[in-house]
């Protein structure tokens, strides 16, 4: 009577029990699954996750780019601020400092 094979027997449990040729001892293992290409890695397989991603993607993007804008016109303004009150200074002072002139001649 022969005995039906037992998957779970590793080959030299396989071949005490008289189920292993000596053959299949000598065998090497069967390779690894090779791991995915890294391109590949990170962009999901599932088109509602390909979807969710490159909606995230373009936010992030829109984002960044309107708070650069923002910073780069917020500076201008503030720049063109910073001059005129300088210049609103200096009009002031050169008036003032005229006046003082004017009025200390004999």
């Known amino acids: 009577m022969a005995s039906l094979p037992r998957p779970w027997l ?10 292993a040729s000596p053959s ?10 090779a ?3 890294p391109q590949r890695r990170w ?3 599932r088109l509602h996750h ?5 909606v995230s993607v373009a936010l992030v993007s829109a984002l960044g780019l309107l708070g650069g804008y923002t910073a780069l016109e917020q500076t201008q303004i503030a720049l063109k601020t910073y001059e005129e009150q300088a210049l609103a200074l200096a009009r ?4 003032a400092s005229h006046q003082a002139m004017v009025g200390a001649q004999p």
């Open 10 to 19: 590793n080959s030299v449990q396989a071949a005490e029990a008289g189920e």
């Open 43 to 45: 962009f999901p397989s």
């Open 92 to 95: 002031h002072m050169g008036a």
């Open 24 to 33: 299949q001892l000598n065998e090497p293992p069967p390779p690894a699954p």
């Open 50 to 54: 390909q979807l969710a991603l490159m």
């Open 35 to 37: 791991p995915p290409p």
